[in-house]
Structure formats: C-alpha cells, structure tokens
C-alpha cells in the first residue's frame, strides 16, 4: 500500500474572502496538493471588523473553488474562537501548518491559535511573512508581533527588505523565496479581444495601475507623472483598476486640480479573478509608482501576462523587474516615473519579451512549496 498523505493546513484568507492573500492561498494549496499532500485552508469567519475594513466588501462574487477543501472558522477578534480553533488543529497534529502574517492586528488571534498547537510536539509551522514591519505604523505593532513569531519554528519572506525586517525580531531558521506567478488568472488574450472585452478604445496607448490603492502605491506620483507637459502631449492613457482603500476625495481632488480628466479610465471597483486577465491583457505596460514596498503580487501578475513593467526604486522591486530587461526601474518621484514611461514608449513592448520570459522562469510555486517543506525537515512528495 502507498503511505499515507501528509496533512498540511493552510492559514490564511481564502474564499469567501477576496484579494491577492487569498488568491495565493488557494494556488498554494493545489500546488501542496500536487505534490502528495492532503490540504485544508483554515480561513476567516471575519477577517476584519466592518468599521476596519477600508474597501467595500470583503467577500468574493465569485463561485466557490470545488477542488480546494477550505473551513470558514476563524474569528480575528473573538478569544474564545481563538482557543477552540487552536485546540481543534492541536489535536488534529498536521504535519504542517503554513501561516501568513501580513499585519499585525492578526497577531493576537494567529499567535493564539498556533500557540496552542504548539503544544502538540509534533507539528512544524512555517510562516509565511508577508510584511514584517507594516507599511502604516501604529503604536504596539512590534509587541504583536513578536507575540505572532514565538510558535513558529521557520520564516519565508518573498523580498530581501522582509528578510532584513525580520532578522530584527527574530534568528529562527528562514529563507527567501520568489513571490510565484499568479498564473491562476487564465492565460493572456489579444490585446484587441481584451479591450473589445472591457470597453477600452482599441488603439490607444495605455498603461495600467492596477490594484488596491493605499498611500503607500503612490497613485498620487503616477497622477503628478501624467500631469507632466510631455505625458500630456504622448497621447498616453492611464488604466486604473482597482478598489480605493483609503479616502477616494483626495484623488479625485487631485485630478480635478491637473485637469487629468481626459488622460484617465478609472475602474475603481474590485477587479473579480475572471475579468483579471483581461485589464492585464489590455495594457501595454504595468507602472507600480510605489513609495514604499517589501514585495508586490502585481508583479508576478504582469510576469505571467508578459506586460514589461515600471517600477520605483523601492523595496525588493528592483530585485524583481531587473532594469531595461523586464522593465524600467525609476526613483520614486513624477519627473522620473514620467521619464520612465515615455522610455517604455520609445523601447516598445517587444524589447521586453525576451527578459520577460527568461525572468518568469524563476517565479516557480514548486520552489517556494519545496522550500516551505525544506524548512518543515519534509521531502517534497
């Protein structure tokens, strides 16, 4: 008789939930499943308290995923719930837990559950460590999260910036690993299929900005950049898909003060996973005009779609899109972002291809899977 599969639990968002952690979550969990592993994600009955929650919902409209087995269980702010989960997960004895921690309001809750399974002498528990040090700071955060890190015995960050974030809290074993390609979007169509699809003029040249919007993107740079005399004269336009997470006024404010109006094609609803491959597939390039960054999940996104990107000198950006082979790397002000566009212009999208296609070849979730197990002491299945 073959063994036994090894049980391994996922935690972190996941559908019903919606967004970029949950889509990772579940590409994970197939590709743990691919290898041998019976797979369950541990995701949130309430992720965030309504009056926290920045966006409009946080749930998904679409169908939920029939191959995945996902447990909906997990209160972020109820103790009790923290206890029975932890408990419950205690006496099952996964062989592993992955967890992710991306903020530290999830520490309480998290650092609970695993601290309880922590008791059971048996099972490995390897973090996932999206953010270290939050992108918006807030007084306690460094408490909560060295509470988050004492159960777990091993690290994976997706950036060198996570990895020097980490090493302040902490010398438990840990390694860096390539955020993988989102390539559970579907593959890419024309870009005259994908325009045709979302209603965007057919021959216009357009660039994306594509995501949530926080401060920390630097939506408002990429604004300044096209207010710039040569944007205003390239015939460039700006795509910005994505749901605002902070005050929308501000923007809008901002556009009306350049006179941007007939420069943009604002789409700030939350893009759904099925319509996703054809924003990526519309644009010419993707810009990430971020002020601050550890890793971005728009970047394995553009990979996949072969879109050659622009990104600031920020974080583990640079690491990711190597300059004048996957994309152009900037500084992080609108003189320079607006110099960078027009280069991408001038280079065109096919100068890009070949770097393109060489780099995505590294963004593997076999390597981050294995990598995970390695930290785990458990062969790949």
């Known amino acids: 008789m073959p063994p036994p599969s090894k049980k391994l639990i996922i935690i972190g968002p996941a559908h019903p939930l919606r967004g970029g952690l949950a889509s990772f979550n579940e590409r994970l969990a197939r590709q743990f499943m691919q290898q041998g592993f019976d797979v369950t994600i541990y995701t949130f009955s309430l992720q965030y308290p309504g009056f926290l929650f920045p966006g409009k919902t946080q749930y998904s409209s679409e169908p939920a995923p029939q191959d995945l087995d996902i447990k909906v269980c997990i209160n972020s702010v109820n103790p009790l719930n923290w206890l029975s989960v932890g408990n419950e997960l205690k006496a099952l004895s996964p062989d592993v837990i992955v967890v992710r921690y991306w903020l530290p309001f999830m520490a309480p809750a998290l650092g609970t559950i695993l601290s309880r399974v922590r008791k059971n002498n048996f099972t490995k528990i390897v973090c996932i460590a999206d953010n270290v040090i939050p992108h918006e700071r807030h007084k306690g955060d460094n408490t909560l999260t060295r509470y988050f ?118 789409r700030t609803d939350f893009i759904a996973d099925s319509e996703v491959k054809y924003y990526l597939s519309a644009a010419d390039f993707v810009i990430q005009p971020y002020r601050d960054a550890t890793q971005s999940g728009v970047t394995p996104l553009a990979y996949h779609f072969e879109k050659p990107m622009l990104v600031t000198n920020v974080g583990g950006l640079p690491d990711m899109v190597p300059h004048d082979r996957a994309g152009i790397v900037t500084e992080a002000d609108p003189a320079s972002i607006a110099q960078g566009i027009l280069d991408l212009y001038e280079k065109g999208p096919e100068y890009f291809i070949t770097g393109l296609q060489s780099e995505k070849v590294k963004y593997s979730w076999e390597v981050l899977a294995n990598k995970i197990l390695r930290l785990a002491s458990l062969p790949s299945q």
């Open 149 to 266: 890190f004492k159960p777990v015995h091993a690290f994976i960050t997706m950036s060198q910036k996570v990895m020097k974030d980490l090493v302040q809290f902490t010398s438990k074993p840990a390694e860096v690993a390539i955020h993988p390609l989102y390539d559970n979007f579907g593959e890419r169509v024309s870009k005259e299929e994908a325009r045709a699809k979302i209603s965007l003029p057919a021959d216009e040249k357009i660039i994306l900005f594509f995501g949530f919007i926080r401060h920390y993107k630097g939506l408002d740079l990429l604004l300044r950049a096209m207010a710039d005399e040569r944007m205003r004269n390239s015939g460039i336009k700006l795509l910005v898909a994505g749901e605002f997470y902070e005050n929308r006024q501000q923007y809008d404010d901002l556009i009306k003060e350049l006179r941007l109006g007939d420069q943009l094609i604002l």
